[in-house]
């Protein structure tokens, strides 16, 4: 069981130190966002999930630019 617990805790202190982004809509801080444009002035933003489902429903500005992960 010592290789699990190594493990484990190797997986714990790397979580700790992943970077976390705000939302640019909800001003939550996530360890993951999406890049996307969903405005008429097409700027790119980082934005949680939650709020991408929420912006890109019957939305003909949004464009998807990628996936942030801290």
Do not use: A, S
């Amino acid at each position: 069981m010592p290789h699990f617990n190594y493990i484990l805790e190797k997986n714990l202190k790397k979580r700790k130190l992943m970077k976390k982004k705000e939302c640019e809509k909800c001003k939550n801080n996530f360890r993951m966002l999406f890049r996307v444009q969903y405005t008429p002035e097409k700027k790119w933003v980082f934005i949680c999930n939650d709020c991408v489902i929420e912006v890109r429903r019957d939305n003909e500005d949004y464009r998807y630019g990628g996936t942030w992960k801290g």
